[in-house]
């Protein structure tokens, strides 16, 4: 496979959106479209007392109030880190005293090359939330059992959530 040609046909404020022709063998192309975007970070906040801070915020897609961990869009050649670590004091007010990357994947890789970079915080300090204008978030925080249990019973159904609070878990050897 190869591809031959890459034509933007809509360009947004998050994402573009190409169609790609594809040699898929030799004399045989097909078409193929892609969201493109800069991708992004998510960090999952663990306190003291081995809970999650996670967010609730209206989304879009599921035209629902959504349970996540703090996240955000990297701004062209962002370092991920840096990103992570201002998303966690915006979204939550928390800093943290240790941060590290737990993995990086792909979030819907038939469709789009969004990259997302996963980070465990923990040693978590207190501060203030700096929202932008559009967001609206509360706080909650939940241990990391009961979020498993959340998980199963279709309470959080975000992936990057779901992917950051298992790996989490397998981080802090629980």
């Known amino acids: 496979m190869k591809l031959i040609n890459r034509e933007i046909v809509y360009k947004g404020k998050i994402f573009d959106v190409a169609e790609d022709t594809i040699e898929i063998e030799e004399g045989r192309v097909t078409k193929w479209d892609l969201v ?24 879009n897609a599921s035209n629902t109030e959504v349970l996540e961990i703090p996240a955000g869009k990297l701004e062209k050649n962002e370092d991920p880190y840096k990103c992570a670590i201002r998303e966690l004091e915006e979204e939550t007010g928390y800093q943290a005293g240790h941060v590290e990357k737990i993995c990086s994947m792909f979030s819907a890789v038939g469709f789009s090359d969004e990259k997302l970079h996963l980070f465990l915080a923990t040693n978590l300090k207190k501060g203030k939330q700096h929202l932008d ?17 959340m998980i199963f019973n279709g309470e959080i159904q975000d992936s990057k959530t779901i992917v950051g609070i298992f790996t989490a878990m397998h981080f802090l050897n629980m």
């Open 36 to 59: 493109l975007h800069n991708g992004a970070t998510a960090i999952v906040p663990i306190t003291e007392d081995n809970e999650v801070i996670l967010v609730r915020q209206y989304r």
């Open 133 to 149: 204008e559009d967001e609206y978030i509360t706080l909650e925080r939940y241990s990391l059992t009961d979020a498993v249990k």
